[in-house]
């Protein structure tokens, strides 16, 4: 199954999408509660939160964050985290 997935490019596009599932458990259930907007462009997961202070601290947790939500899929999906 998986190498039909890949063969037909569907393997990235399946692990962005888990990995944005991911976010919710990964951030944990304040952040997500406040997160409104998720996507990826580039390999960078763009996240819109409502809340400045949690905003700010989710910007000084992005390294761990991202390896957390790379490890979460078990594989390098993003490289950085980006608040908009």
Same mark, same amino acid.
């Given at each position: 199954?998986?190498?039909?997935?890949?063969?037909?490019?569907? $393997?990235?596009?399946?692990?962005? !999408?888990?990995?944005? $599932?991911?976010?919710?458990?990964? #951030?944990?259930?304040?952040? #997500?509660?406040?997160?409104?907007? !998720?996507?990826?462009?580039?390999?960078?997961?763009?996240?819109?939160?409502?809340?400045?202070?949690?905003?700010? $601290?989710?910007?000084?947790? !992005?390294? $761990?964050?991202?390896?957390?939500?790379?490890? #979460?899929?078990?594989?390098?999906?993003?490289?950085?985290?980006?608040?908009?």
């Amino acid at each position: 199954m998986r190498v039909i997935i890949r063969q037909n490019g569907l $393997e990235t596009p399946l692990l962005q !999408k888990r990995l944005i $599932e991911a976010w919710d458990n990964v #951030a944990g259930e304040v952040v #997500a509660k406040y997160t409104t907007e !998720k996507y990826i462009r580039n390999q960078d997961l763009c996240v819109h939160i409502e809340n400045p202070a949690l905003r700010s $601290e989710v910007s000084m947790m !992005k390294t $761990e964050l991202i390896n957390k939500l790379n490890n #979460a899929v078990g594989s390098q999906v993003i490289r950085d985290i980006r608040l908009i």
